[in-house]
C-alpha cells in the first residue's frame, strides 16, 4: 500500500494478538494456531496501468499477476500453499480472457505447486482488473521482514537487473525456491523482493531497519537486458542506472551476516547467482563506492507509488 | 465464481494434497500444517455493479466489502483471523475515499477481531474496485460443505429473509458468532450463506449434496423489508417471493439432522431467530409445501450470475 495510507490505517487499527506482521512489509503473517502460522498477500493488477491488454497476451498477464504474489511469499521464505483469484472482466470476450488468463497462471500452479483454490469472478463495462491473493507457510520461528538488517551485515542479491521492460517484468521466475532454500539453510536477517528498483527497495529496507547502506557499483549484477535498453536508447542511461533504478526484477534483496555471505558466495548454492554488492552501515542514506573507494551519497530510484488526495 | 467457469478451472488443475476444498464453495480449505487448516475467502465489489459510489456512503461500501467476507466465513463455521484489502482507487480524491472505505470496515474489525493485515492501494482512471480476502481458522474436523445435506435433514435458516435492497445489503451483521457457537455445540451437516437468493441457494445446496428439498411456505421467515417492498411495489411480488427471490440476505441456510434441528428450534440459543423452514429429500428438485399439504415444484429464483462470451 501507500506509504502514507498504510501508516493510517495501522494507527487506526485496534492492537490484535493474531497479527504478528502486518501492513507494510512483503506479505502479512497471521497467527493461525498456538504452533502454526500463515503467511498472506496479495496483489492487484490493472488494464493500462499495470499491462495493457492490447498488446499483451493474456496468458503472460495471468502468469505475471501470480508471479508478483509469489515473489512476495519468497520475500518472506514462505511455501506457497493456494492462491485466490479474483478478476472484473470487460463484458465482450469475458469468459475466453479468463480461461486464457488462468492457462498462463498454470505452469506456476504447477511449478510451485500452489493450487488455485478460489476466487471471485465478474463482468463489469470496465477495464480487466485482476487481484490475486496467495497463502503460505513458514515455521513459526522464520521472519524475514525488511526490519531485521544490521550495520555490518553483507547486501546480498539473487541474480541481475534493469530493463526488465523488457520482458522480464512477465516472464521472471519468482525466487522460492532459492528463498526456501536459504530459510533452511542460512542465517537471512532482511529481505524483500525488488518490485520498484534495487536501489530504492535497498533504501526501504535500510529505513525499516534503521539503518544505511553502501552499494559497490561495479559489483551490482546488470542483466543483458539493462545493456540492450541502454543501447536502445543511446545515452541519457547507462545499463547500471537501468540497474539500480528499473523496476519489476523480482530478485531479493537479502542481509546476512557478513561471514555468512562470504561463505555463500563462494560456495554459490543456487541455480542463480548469489552475489554481494556492499554493505548496511550504521549511518543513515544510501552512499555508492566507486573503483577509486571514495563514498558518494546515491539518490535512491525507481518507481514510487502515489495517490493523488 | 461463475459456475461453468469454476467447473473448467477444476478440470485444468492438478491434484494437490493441500487443497481440501477448492473453488465452488463459499469458503476454500487448504491444509497449512499437519494440523492445521486455513480458510480462505475472497470478493470483488464495483462500482456501478455491486454499489454506486454517486448514491452511496463510501463508509457503508467499505464495510459491505467485508461483511460480504466474513460471511462466506461463517458459512464453514470459522473464526476470522485477517483481512487483506485491495483497491483500485479514482485518481481525484483517492486517498480520502480509501480512508473512509478504511473507516467503514474499523467497527467488524473490532467485533470480529479480524485485523486488516496488509493489501494493495492502486490509483487509475477508471471507477473504485475494491477487493477482499479474509482469512479463518477452523479446526480439522469441522467441514461445513454445501455438499453435506442428507435427505431427512431439516432446512435451518438464522434471521429474516427478503427486502435486503432497501438497505438491509448494506447493514446486515455477518452470521460469524452464530456459526461459531453452532459450530462448536451442533451438529450441521451442510452450510451455506444467502448472497443470491434463498430459494436460489437452497437448489445449490441440494445440487452440491445430490437431493432435493420441500419448504413449507408458511414458515419462511419473511423480513419488515420484504413487506415493506411489496407494498411498495404494489403488486408483482408479494413478501413471500421477496424472501424467497432477493439476494444479499447474508443469512445462513443449515442442514441439521431432524432431531438436532427440533432441539435447536425448541432451545433457540443464539440471539437471532432459528427456523425450520422444510427438509431435504431424496427425490431431486425444489418443491414448496402449500398449507393444504400439496407439494408442487417450486422454480428457484434469485441472482444468476453470467458471463458474456
Known amino acids: ?10 494507527s487506526r487499527l485496534p492492537a490484535n494478538r493474531r497479527l504478528i506482521v502486518g501492513a507494510g512489509d512483503d506479505a502479512a503473517i497471521l497467527r493461525l494456531t498456538e504452533s502454526s502460522n500463515v ?19 493474456p496468458e503472460r498477464v495471468g502468469r505475471k499477476a501470480l508471479a508478483v504474489n509469489l515473489s512476495d511469499l519468497a520475500a518472506m521464505a514462505a511455501t506457497p500453499i493456494g492462491a485466490l483469484v479474483s478478476v472484473a472482466l470487460p463484458r465482450q470476450g469475458g469468459e475466453q480472457l479468463a480461461k486464457r488468463l488462468i492457462e498462463g497462471m498454470l505452469p506456476l500452479v504447477t511449478d510451485f505447486d500452489c ?8 463482468s463489469w463495462d470496465g477495464p480487466l482488473v485482476i487481484s490475486i491473493t496467495a497463502l503460505g507457510e513458514v515455521p513459526p520461528e522464520r521472519r524475514w521482514l525488511r526490519s531485521g538488517a544490521r550495520p555490518g551485515d553483507a547486501i546480498v542479491v539473487t541474480g541481475k537487473f534493469g530493463g526488465s521492460i523488457l520482458g522480464g517484468h512477465f516472464d521472471f521466475t519468482p525466487r522460492v525456491r532459492e528463498s526456501l532454500w536459504l530459510g533452511e539453510n542460512a542465517e537471512i536477517r532482511a529481505a524483500m523482493d525488488v518490485s520498484d528498483g534495487l536501489s530504492l527497495d535497498l533504501s526501504r529496507i535500510c529505513e525499516a531497519s ?26 541519457g542511461f547507462s545499463a547500471l542506472d537501468h ?20 561463505d555463500l558466495i563462494a560456495r554459490q548454492p543456487l541455480n542463480v547467482p548469489l552475489t554481494q554488492i556492499g554493505q548496511f552501515i550504521a549511518e543513515s542514506g544510501l552512499f555508492s563506492r566507486g573503483e577509486n573507494g571514495t563514498l558518494q551519497p546515491l539518490k535512491p530510484r525507481g518507481y514510487e507509488h502515489r495517490l493523488d488526495s
Do not use: S
Not at 39 to 48: K, N, S
Open 210 to 235: 534503521g539503518c544505511g547502506a553502501v552499494i559497490d557499483l561495479e559489483k551490482v549484477p546488470i542483466a543483458a537486458a539493462a545493456e540492450e535498453l541502454a543501447r536502445q536508447e543511446g545515452g
Open 1 to 10: 500500500m501507500e506509504r502514507d495510507l498504510v501508516r493510517w490505517i495501522c
Open 39 to 57: 503467511v498472506a498477500t496479495t496483489d492487484m493488477l490493472m488494464d493500462g496501468v499495470d499491462f495493457e491488454l492490447r498488446g499483451h497476451e
Open 243 to 262: 540497474a539500480l533504478g528499473d523496476g519489476e526484477d523480482f530478485e531479493l534483496i537479502l542481509a546476512a551476516p557478513a561471514e555468512q555471505a562470504a
Open 115 to 122: 493450487p488455485i483454490a478460489g476466487g471471485d469472478t465478474n
